[in-house]
């Protein structure tokens, strides 16, 4: 059974230049998007993601309060943040959640792959 996966990242270059990494890899994974954090609580609970990728800063609800939502009606889930926020207050939250992993988009390609693998 393939997992899930859902994106949740508001800029569409780069939730799609993701989702291509995503898919250049050849993981076996369904991959949902959403561009919000409402739309990705929604979506989430909908789609049931195996590991959900949250960008903290989105409009109307930021990616912590989202994941935190998420964690609560899925406790299996793991989260891992994508920010350009490399701010070690981020961090601390992050850790407080128990966010799988806490990666700066600018390490996405050397990060991301061996992240999300010791997820699945």
Do not use: W
């Not at 998007?33 to 979506?43: C, D, H, P, W």
């Not at 990616?63 to 701010?87: H, M, N, S, W, Y």
Request: aromatic share 6%; hydrophobic share 40%.
């Amino acid at each position: 059974m393939k997992k899930k996966i859902l994106l949740v990242e508001d800029h569409d270059d780069f939730r799609a230049t993701v989702k291509d990494y995503l898919i250049g890899h050849n993981l076996d994974l369904e991959i949902y998007e959403a561009n919000s954090g409402e739309t990705g609580v929604s979506k989430a609970s909908s789609v049931k993601p195996d590991i959900v990728l949250m960008d903290i800063n989105l409009p109307n609800e930021n990616g912590f309060e989202a994941a935190r939502q998420i964690k609560e009606g899925q406790p299996d889930c793991d989260i891992i943040i994508l920010t350009l926020f490399d701010v070690s207050i981020f961090k601390k939250a992050a850790d407080n959640m128990k966010v799988r992993a806490f990666i700066g988009k600018n390490e996405v390609y050397n990060k991301l792959l061996p992240a999300i693998q010791e997820c699945l």
